[in-house]
């Protein structure tokens, strides 16, 4: 079992960033795909970035593209999601998860999830 815990959302004005933090604990995540998720209140939950497990790749939706920088640190077990930029619309809870040796983009493709976090951004 893997357990992850996010931080680092908050409340921050249009144009500003917020870095997300991501722990995992239980087991390592080194052969673990990571990615970032985000949910809007009466919206789908969709994939806001990914990295492989190999860290050779990434992933990032088309509405975060050139703002938002995912990374992963597996010797501290942490994957971060650093968000410049912000736009009111970028608001919604941020989900990490995690996924056993794959490269999925899709929320049923994750074993792991954490509780979320919330990211508001004002006008």
């Known amino acids: 079992q893997v357990q992850l815990v996010e931080s680092g959302g908050g409340l921050v004005q249009a144009g500003g960033s917020l870095r997300l933090s991501c722990a995992a604990s239980?087991?390592?995540?080194?052969?673990?795909?990571m990615a970032w998720f985000r949910q809007a209140p009466g919206k789908e939950r969709d994939i806001v970035a990914r990295?492989?497990?190999?860290?050779?790749?990434?992933y990032y939706a088309d509405s975060v593209k050139g703002r938002f920088t995912i990374s992963r640190d597996n010797a501290k077990n942490a994957v971060y999601l650093q968000m410049n930029s912000l736009k009111p619309e970028d608001t919604a809870v941020y989900y990490c998860?995690?996924?056993?040796?794959?490269?999925?983009?899709?929320?049923?493709?994750?074993?792991?999830w954490g509780q979320g976090t919330q990211v508001t951004v004002s006008s």
């Open positions: 239980g087991r390592t995540i080194n052969l673990y795909t």
């Open positions: 998860a995690g996924e056993y040796l794959g490269s999925g983009l899709g929320p049923a493709e994750y074993d792991y």
């Open positions: 990295i492989t497990w190999s860290g050779g790749s990434t």
